[in-house]
């Protein structure tokens, strides 16, 4: 079982930026796809962010233009920068990694909170 940790969610007020990681350690190969996802109370689970092993990133239009998906190769890492944030923002955010096989794992997810 792949362990996949997130960590640098927070309160934050609206406007704020805030910047998420989600590690997976030890020696991994196979990955086709690095994603955020984010789940709102009472709401389905929504992508937020993707990007591919050929550097290729997608948006949900909510967040384009506000929020950027990076990847560090070297440490399995895989970073979600938010700008200008807003209330609706707030949910608890997990990072899930997909691999060639359609093997797919999430991370226990970390929450962001926006509100004055």
């Known amino acids: 079982q792949l362990q996949v940790v997130e960590s640098g969610g927070g309160f934050v007020q609206p406007g704020g930026p805030l910047r998420l990681s989600c590690t997976a350690p030890?020696?991994?190969?196979?990955?086709?796809?690095l994603c955020w996802y984010r789940q709102a109370p009472g709401a389905q689970r929504d992508l937020v962010a993707t990007?591919?092993?050929?550097?290729?990133?997608n948006y949900a239009d909510s967040v384009k233009g506000r929020f950027s998906i990076s990847r560090e190769k070297t440490r399995n890492t895989v970073y979600l920068q938010m700008s200008n944030l807003k209330p609706e923002d707030t949910a608890l955010y997990y990072c899930?990694?997909?691999?060639?096989?359609?093997?797919?794992?999430w991370g226990q997810g970390t929450q962001v909170t926006v509100s004055s």
């Open positions: 030890g020696r991994i190969s196979g990955v086709h796809a």
């Open positions: 899930n990694i997909v691999f060639h096989s359609s093997a797919t794992y």
């Open positions: 990007i591919r092993m050929n550097g290729d990133t």
